[in-house]
C-alpha cells in the first residue's frame, strides 16, 4: 500500500524584520543622496570662499606659486611658459605673468620656457614688448629656455632675452611670415549651388576674397603690404636681440628654414645648449645671486573654470559668423606651419 504523501501548501511565515526591508532600502538611497547633496554643497562654499579670498570683483589673473625647485623665499626664479599657438589669450596670460614677477619684489630673474611653432604676429610682438618692457622697468635679468621647439613666433619673443639656451634636441628658427587663405568658389558654385554677391567700394577692398581665384596681382599687392613688412620688422627685431650678428647675416638666415640646436648655435641665433639645470644657473649668475627658489605660476582656483564657464567646449560647438569669418580670413603668421603636430 503506497504511503500517504501531504502535499497541502503550508503557510511559512516571513522572517521576522523583512516587512520592513523595503523602507530600509528606501531611507538608506535618501540618505546616501543626502550625503552626497551636503558633499557637494561643501565643496561649492570652499569654491565660493576661495573665490572670495583671491578677489572675485578683481578681472585681473590672480595666481598661485609652484616650486620647482627649493630655495629661500627672499630670491626667486619666475618661470614663465610660453606653451601652445601664440595667440591673443596666450599673450594675455604671459603678460599677467609678468606682471605677477614684476610686481614680487623677491623674484631676481624671469626665465621663458618656449615650447611653441609660432603664431599670430600681433601676439608675438606683444610677448616680445612685454619681455622688453620687464627689463627695462626692473633691470632684471631674462632668459628663454627653448624646450622640444622654438620657431617662428617663438623665436622672436626668445630675442627679446638677455640670453637664448636650447635644449639639445630643440627646433629653432623659421624666420619669416606666412599667410593662409582657402579659396572657396568650386565648393560654393559648383558643389552646394551658392553663387556669392559682394558689393565694394574699391577693386582691393576684398583682396583676397575666398569666392574669386587669387590672382597674381593680388599676391603681389599682399606681399607688397603685408607680408613684407612683417618680415622686415621680424629682421629687426633679431637684429636688436642678436647684436652678434649683422642684418645681412640675419636675412640670410631668415629664410624660413628651421635649425636644430648645434645650427642655430653655429650661426649664432642662440647663446647655449643645455637643459633647464642651465638657464636656472645662468638666471642665478646674471642676477648675481647664489641660490633661489625657482617657481612656475599657476592660475589660482576659479569657481567659473571649476563650473566649466570658460570651457572651450561650447566656443568648438558653436559655428557662428564670427568662427566663420575667422575661418575664411588670410591670417598674418610667424609660424612653422608644419610645427603644428608637435
Given at each position: 500500500?503506497?504511503?500517504?504523501?501531504?502535499?497541502?501548501?503550508?503557510?511559512?511565515?516571513?522572517?521576522?524584520?523583512?516587512?520592513?526591508?523595503?523602507?530600509?532600502?528606501?531611507?538608506?538611497?535618501?540618505?546616501?543622496?543626502?550625503?552626497?547633496?551636503?558633499?557637494?554643497?561643501?565643496?561649492?562654499?570652499?569654491?565660493?570662499?576661495?573665490?572670495?579670498?583671491?578677489?572675485?570683483?578683481?578681472?585681473?589673473?590672480?595666481?598661485?606659486?609652484?616650486?620647482?625647485?627649493?630655495?629661500?623665499?627672499?630670491?626667486?626664479?619666475?618661470?614663465?611658459?610660453?606653451?601652445?599657438?601664440?595667440?591673443?589669450?596666450?599673450?594675455?596670460?604671459?603678460?599677467?605673468?609678468?606682471?605677477?614677477?614684476?610686481?614680487?619684489?623677491?623674484?631676481?630673474?624671469?626665465?621663458?620656457?618656449?615650447?611653441?611653432?609660432?603664431?599670430?604676429?600681433?601676439?608675438?610682438?606683444?610677448?616680445?614688448?612685454?619681455?622688453?618692457?620687464?627689463?627695462?622697468?626692473?633691470?632684471?635679468?631674462?632668459?628663454?629656455?627653448?624646450?622640444?621647439?622654438?620657431?617662428?613666433?617663438?623665436?622672436?619673443?626668445?630675442?627679446?632675452?638677455?640670453?637664448?639656451?636650447?635644449?639639445?634636441?630643440?627646433?629653432?628658427?623659421?624666420?619669416?611670415?606666412?599667410?593662409?587663405?582657402?579659396?572657396?568658389?568650386?565648393?560654393?558654385?559648383?558643389?552646394?549651388?551658392?553663387?556669392?554677391?559682394?558689393?565694394?567700394?574699391?577693386?582691393?577692398?576684398?583682396?583676397?576674397?575666398?569666392?574669386?581665384?587669387?590672382?597674381?596681382?593680388?599676391?603681389?599687392?599682399?606681399?607688397?603690404?603685408?607680408?613684407?613688412?612683417?618680415?622686415?620688422?621680424?629682421?629687426?627685431?633679431?637684429?636688436?636681440?642678436?647684436?652678434?650678428?649683422?642684418?645681412?647675416?640675419?636675412?640670410?638666415?631668415?629664410?624660413?628654414?628651421?635649425?636644430n640646436a648645434q645650427q642655430a648655435f653655429d650661426?649664432?641665433?642662440?647663446?647655449?645648449?643645455?637643459?633647464?639645470?642651465?638657464?636656472?644657473?645662468?638666471?642665478?649668475?646674471?642676477?648675481?645671486?647664489?641660490?633661489?627658489?625657482?617657481v612656475e605660476y599657476n592660475k589660482a582656483f576659479?569657481?567659473?573654470?571649476?563650473?566649466?564657464?570658460?570651457?572651450?567646449?561650447?566656443?568648438?560647438?558653436?559655428?557662428?559668423?564670427?568662427?566663420?569669418?575667422?575661418?575664411?580670413?588670410?591670417?598674418?603668421?610667424?609660424?612653422?606651419?608644419?610645427?603644428?603636430c608637435f
Open positions: 500500500m503506497d504511503p500517504i504523501v501531504n502535499t497541502s501548501v503550508q503557510n511559512v511565515p516571513p522572517p521576522a524584520g523583512s516587512k520592513g526591508l523595503g523602507w530600509k532600502i528606501f531611507f538608506g538611497i535618501i540618505l546616501g543622496l543626502s550625503i552626497i547633496a551636503n558633499i557637494v554643497l561643501f565643496v561649492l562654499l570652499i569654491a565660493i570662499g576661495s573665490q572670495m579670498l583671491f578677489g572675485a570683483t578683481d578681472t585681473s589673473e590672480s595666481f598661485v606659486e609652484k616650486a620647482i625647485e627649493k630655495g629661500p623665499g627672499s630670491s626667486k626664479i619666475a618661470v614663465i611658459k610660453i606653451e601652445g599657438i601664440i595667440n591673443g589669450e596666450l599673450a594675455d596670460l604671459v603678460a599677467s605673468e609678468i606682471k605677477e614677477a614684476k610686481n614680487d619684489k623677491s623674484v631676481k630673474a624671469v626665465i621663458f620656457k618656449t615650447v611653441t611653432s609660432g603664431g599670430g604676429i600681433a601676439a608675438s610682438d606683444r610677448i616680445y614688448d612685454e619681455i622688453t618692457r620687464f627689463k627695462a622697468e626692473t633691470g632684471k635679468p631674462v632668459i628663454a629656455f627653448m624646450q622640444t621647439i622654438a620657431t617662428s613666433g617663438g623665436y622672436y619673443t626668445s630675442v627679446g632675452c638677455d640670453k637664448i639656451i636650447a635644449e639639445p634636441t630643440a627646433i629653432t628658427g623659421s624666420i619669416g611670415v606666412i599667410m593662409g587663405h582657402f579659396e572657396l568658389k568650386d565648393l560654393m558654385e559648383l558643389k552646394l549651388g551658392i553663387k556669392p554677391l559682394v558689393v565694394k567700394s574699391g577693386p582691393k577692398k576684398d583682396w583676397p576674397t575666398s569666392f574669386e581665384p587669387v590672382t597674381e596681382e593680388q599676391i603681389a599687392y599682399l606681399k607688397d603690404t603685408l607680408i613684407m613688412p612683417a618680415y622686415e620688422r621680424f629682421l629687426d627685431v633679431v637684429a636688436k636681440g642678436r647684436t652678434e650678428l649683422t642684418l645681412e647675416q640675419i636675412r640670410t638666415l631668415a629664410d624660413g628654414s628651421v635649425y650661426n649664432k641665433l642662440i647663446d647655449e645648449i643645455g637643459y633647464m639645470q642651465e638657464a636656472i644657473k645662468d638666471a642665478k649668475t646674471l642676477a648675481k645671486i647664489t641660490n633661489a627658489r625657482v576659479s569657481l567659473e573654470d571649476w563650473l566649466g564657464a570658460k570651457s572651450g567646449i561650447n566656443t568648438f560647438l558653436r559655428l557662428n559668423r564670427d568662427s566663420l569669418y575667422e575661418f575664411t580670413t588670410p591670417q598674418l603668421m610667424y609660424l612653422w606651419d608644419a610645427g603644428l
